[in-house]
């Protein structure tokens, strides 16, 4: 079976993990936590430029979820989302007691609409959460100026987008996923980052119970035992193990582009046909490949499972879920939503595999 995606692990992840259970003898957060922060920060200052504060958390979805309360945002405000998106990003802003409000997106890239963001802010809107789909980072600018003219703050959801040239502005929070099968994995994991240090400061604090500067103790090898609670935690730090994978896995980030970007190009331009539909989007760090297939899109994945290739439908529109159904149509994200099949994507595959998944692909359609 061709996976749809997978870990790339290697030795270098085997004797980090086994260096904290040995060595280290603590395997909450402490030294390899901190130190993963610091080569966060340089890899992230790297590839873009300005300075950005930034704070590890145990999943995406907790980054994502801190972001929000630490904006200030709960009961009584409303958050924009992209319904084309990952359940994670809805129940981030719901667990805040805001209201999740779903958007449409645009079908040649899965990306937001923002038409349809304008047409749905109210006087409670307080932030636009963008999606990275598939990691791209196409429509950045424009969310960035759309925020800001609307008085918005931005709360970007780049769990796709690890090893894109972020840029860092004071209204925009960006939050990555670092799961098992991201850009680069911990295990399970998370990074929330922003030019708003204020802001990064406070989700310090509430990934570790609310404890007030708890993050600078562990950074001494310590913890507070004499401190003040202002307000509801979580406790959602990153564990010493989860960051010693994250360190190795981060040494290799860019071999992991290449490959990444050498089968989404294999992909672009050796499928064709006029059933597919590539999408439009800036494919420098990809997590998954979609794309829409103008038939009937259950059956055509059906087929390519026979032929051992696993696929994705990377995702059902949130807004027809129960929990968050609206009393509005997103004709964008319900059409994307029958017809997107996301192709196999990880760094383990083979020439041969990719191949052959373009092979299939192609006699599939003529099915
Ligand atoms: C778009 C999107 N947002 C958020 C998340 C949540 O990340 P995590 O699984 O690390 O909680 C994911 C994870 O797959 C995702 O794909």
Redesign the pocket.
């Known amino acids: 079976m061709i996976k749809l995606s997978q870990a790339c692990l290697g030795p270098e992840e085997e004797a980090a993990v086994v260096n904290v259970l040995r060595h280290d003898g603590y395997l909450g957060m402490g030294k390899e936590t901190i130190a993963f922060e610091k080569e966060l920060e340089t890899f992230l200052k790297d590839a873009s430029s300005g300075s950005v504060s930034l704070c590890c958390c145990h999943?995406?979805?907790?980054a994502?979820h801190l972001a929000t309360q630490a904006l200030g945002i709960g009961p009584g405000d409303e958050v924009l989302i992209p319904s084309m998106?990952?359940i994670?990003?809805f129940q981030?802003v719901s667990a805040t007691g805001a209201k999740a409000v779903a958007v449409d997106i645009d079908p040649n890239s899965g990306a937001i609409d923002l038409s349809s963001a304008k047409s749905l802010m109210t006087s409670k809107t307080k932030a636009i959460m963008p999606?990275l789909?598939a990691g791209s980072m196409h429509m950045a600018n424009d969310v960035y100026a759309f925020a800001k003219d609307n008085g918005l703050y931005v709360i970007e959801?780049a769990?796709?987008g690890f090893g894109q040239p972020f840029s860092f502005h004071d209204h925009v929070v960006t939050?990555i996923?670092?799961?098992s099968i991201?850009n680069i994995t911990c295990g399970?994991?998370?990074v929330v980052f922003s030019k708003n240090t204020r802001i990064v400061e406070k989700i310090k604090d509430l990934r570790l119970l609310g404890v007030e500067k708890d993050s600078d103790q562990r950074a001494k090898g310590g913890r507070s035992w004499d401190f003040d609670v202002k307000e509801q935690g979580w406790r959602y730090h990153m564990s010493n193990i989860n960051a010693a994978i994250g360190r190795a896995q981060l040494k290799k980030i860019h071999l992991f582009l290449k490959r990444r970007t050498y089968i989404v190009s294999r992909y672009l331009n050796e499928i064709s046909h006029p059933m597919i539909q590539m999408l439009a989007i800036d494919w420098r760090a990809p997590h998954i490949f979609p794309m829409l297939f103008l038939g009937n899109r259950d059956k055509f994945r059906q087929d390519l499972l026979k032929e051992g290739i696993e696929t994705g439908a990377h995702y059902k529109a949130n807004h027809l879920l129960s929990f968050y159904r609206t009393p509005y149509d997103l004709k964008g994200a319900e059409f994307f939503s029958e017809h997107v099949v996301s192709l196999p994507l990880h760094v383990n595959l083979t020439d041969e595999d990719v191949s052959t998944v373009i092979a299939t692909v192609q006699k599939m359609c003529l099915n």
């Open positions: 999943t995406g979805t907790a994502l998106t990952y994670a990003s981030a999606v789909y959801d769990a796709h939050c996923s670092f799961d991201k399970e994991g998370g």
